[in-house]
């Protein structure tokens, strides 16, 4: 009993140290996220998910490993944040399946093709009008079509993607690093081939934080087509990194 108790008494310790000298840290991260979250998503969720991965980093940090331990409670504290959200997915399982068949038939399309899917040729594979079709892309902007991590990752340069991987990773150094690196390699490839105009609003959105509104007004379109853009491109990535990815678009509810 005694033992018990002195275990809980430790743990109390170190999760006030923690939270004394990293709170900072962890509040950044959520605000960070928030800004490429739907507006149903609580900072204070995320808040509090991001503490309790604070507290995993603390309980797991090696230094011998490398890196700093607010580099680690930093991917530690994200991917606990990410995992809030993804338990508290909001989206209709009729946007995760119209999601889904749009990626199929960009990939179809594509793979046919040798190019770029067009919207024209994608309505037309999916037998319904181009309004229609645009309207699925309205509908899914916010859906987790695409991990919001690893489009994130992709913006933003930093590796967050290839860390996340290597946090969760039960496998050898040299099996982690090699996926990294061509994890990386396609990641890059994907992004790069992508249309021009996709490819400007992954960069204005990702790299340079603009919100739709503001990149509407680079681009000279209305927002809601940035939203379709956005969309778009998130579904065409899908596409062609699927088997890169974990299936979190909601498949497991359709």
């Known amino acids: 009993m005694n033992r018990a108790m002195g275990y809980q008494h430790d743990e109390s310790v170190m999760y006030n140290h923690l939270v004394n000298e990293h709170a900072g840290l962890v509040k950044r991260i959520a605000y960070h996220l928030m ?5 149903s998503v609580q900072a204070e969720d995320l808040i509090q998910a991001g503490m309790m991965g ?3 980093a603390g309980k797991n ?11 680690y409670a930093g991917i530690r504290i994200r ?8 338990r508290s997915d909001w989206t209709p399982r009729s946007v995760h399946r119209k999601s889904r068949m749009v990626a199929e038939a960009i990939r179809e399309i594509e793979n046919r093709e040798g190019r770029d899917a067009q919207d024209s040729e994608v309505a037309q594979a999916l037998d319904i009008t181009l309004d229609e079709y645009h309207h699925i892309l309205q509908d899914s902007s916010g859906a987790r079509i695409f ?4 489009l994130s990752a992709m913006g933003d340069g930093n590796g967050h993607a290839e860390d996340h991987l290597a946090v969760e990773s039960d496998r050898s150094a040299p099996d982690v690093d090699l996926e990294q690196a061509d994890f990386q390699s396609a990641l890059a490839n994907a992004i790069s081939n992508l249309p021009e105009r996709e490819r400007l609003v992954i960069a204005l959105y990702y790299d340079e934080e603009l919100n739709l509104k503001e990149i509407g007004h680079v681009l000279g379109v209305s927002e809601s087509r940035v939203c ?20 979190n678009d909601g498949s497991h509810d359709a």
């Open 35 to 39: 800004n490429r979250l739907p507006s």
């Open 228 to 247: 379709q853009i956005h969309s778009q491109a998130a579904m065409r990535l899908r596409s062609r990194l699927g088997q890169w990815l974990p299936d």
């Open 79 to 86: 991917g606990a944040m990410i995992d809030e959200v993804r």
């Open 147 to 150: 991990s919001f991590e690893e």
């Open 61 to 71: 940090y090696n230094a011998q490993q490398g890196a700093s331990f607010e580099t």
């Open 54 to 56: 604070l507290l995993e």
